[in-house]
């Protein structure tokens, strides 16, 4: 019985010892992996860094490289960088203001920065500048696009928004969102 009293206390001190040695194990794995990941980021914001000013570097030899102020533009967006951003889009258009995808970009820039008014009309170029040769490849953004709108002039305009989410709708039926807002506006 004391045999038996000693093996269960040993083996209890033993787990607790393992037990331990296994979280300590544990706690330096996760401080490994949040440093590296910390490493990883930091390496990665390095080289859109570098990668920006490469391009501001081409860009300023050749202001008109427009594929080169795409990427610029881009690039800013996936850092949420949306003023710069923004005036980068409207380079673009200044540049080439027959170019819609620019003026969706602006308008998805405007609308990241919380800046409504000036989405809704990027939209309403964007619209406005899609040629009818385009319309089948820009479906989707189409669709977003008039969506907004209506989205935006619900409480104003009801007749416009309801002219507007037809048109999503007819760009892009599944669209549950429109579907809900037509819903909405026509009850």
Request: net charge neutral.
């Amino acid at each position: 019985m004391k045999m038996n009293r000693m093996n269960s206390k040993n083996l209890l001190l033993g787990l607790m010892l393992a037990g331990g040695a296994f979280f300590a194990q544990a706690q330096n794995t996760q401080t490994d992996t949040a440093a590296t990941a910390n490493t990883t980021t930091a390496v990665q914001q390095t080289q859109a860094n570098a990668g920006v000013e490469d391009l501001k570097k081409k860009i300023e030899a050749n202001p008109k490289d427009v594929e080169s102020m795409a990427k610029l533009a881009t690039a800013y967006q996936e850092a949420s960088d949306w003023t710069n951003a923004i005036d980068t889009w409207k380079k673009i258009s200044a540049i080439l203001p027959d170019w819609a995808p620019s003026y969706y970009s602006q308008a998805y820039a405007y609308q990241s920065a919380k800046d409504d008014a000036n989405a809704k009309i990027a939209y309403e170029k964007y619209i406005a500048t899609v040629k009818p040769e385009e319309v089948e490849q820009n479906k989707k953004n189409l669709a977003y696009a008039y969506f907004y709108l209506a989205f935006t002039e619900q409480q104003s305009n009801k007749d416009k928004a309801k002219e507007h989410i037809a048109k999503s709708l007819q760009y892009d039926p599944s669209n549950q969102d429109a579907l809900k807002l037509s819903k909405a506006l026509n009850s």
